[in-house]
Structure formats: C-alpha cells, structure tokens
C-alpha cells in the first residue's frame, strides 16, 4: 500500500524555524514527485513547494519563496520541507503528497497519493 507519513509539526514562534519530513512507502520513490501542501482554517488547500526525485529539481509557490527549503534523502525516502522566518499566516496543516508527472505538471493537477497531515501553529 502506499503511504505518506507527514511528521515534525508543533507549535513556534513568529521567526522560527521548523522542519517537516514525510517518509513515504509502496511506491518507487525514485518515479515521483513530491509535493507540500497546506491548509489552514477556513481556507482552501494550496500548494507549497515540490520536488522532481528523479532530477532533484524543485519549484516553490510565492508564499513559500525566500523561507522555505524542499529536500530529498532518496535513500530514506524522505523528503523534508525546511521553513524559516515563519509567519502566523504560516499556520495550517501541512501535507505531503506524490505524484509520478514531474513537479511543472503535477502542480496544475491533482496529486494521486496524499497522507496525513501535521499541524504547524506560528503563534506567540
């Protein structure tokens, strides 16, 4: 079965930083592409960033440009998001997802294979 396990959520304050890894299983890594995805309270879901595992290539939305950085460990199956300079609008649950097109094409699409979310507060 596939399986995407999001973890590394928590609660911070304006300006910190947190790491989310999502460890992912079922499939072969390698063909996918990896997404972050966030929703926060009575919003829409919107993408974060991506990344292309068989290039390494990666594309950031505007909101995640500048703070965020989107890593893989390839070996682990494990794709990390690395967020600095966090803001209160920041907070949402945070989702990892995959998808066999490369990032420029899945970003447009539906991602095929979501996991469970991990929840980030930015908040004094």
């Known amino acids: 079965d596939v399986q995407l396990q999001a973890s590394g959520g928590g609660l911070v304050q304006p300006g910190g930083s947190l790491t989310l890894a999502c460890v992912a299983s079922?499939?072969?890594?390698?063909?996918?592409?990896i997404g972050w995805f966030r929703q926060a309270p009575g919003k829409e879901r919107e993408g974060v960033s991506y990344i292309t595992l068989s290039t390494g290539s990666t594309g950031y939305e505007d909101s995640a440009k500048g703070r965020f950085t989107i890593s893989s460990d390839n070996a682990r199956n494990t794709v990390y998001l690395q967020m600095d300079n966090l803001k209160p609008e920041d907070t949402a649950v945070y989702y990892c997802a995959a998808d066999r097109s490369s990032w420029v094409v899945a970003a447009l699409t539906q991602f095929e294979y979501w996991g469970q979310g991990t929840l980030v507060t930015v908040s004094s």
């Open positions: 079922g499939f072969a890594f390698d063909d996918y592409t």
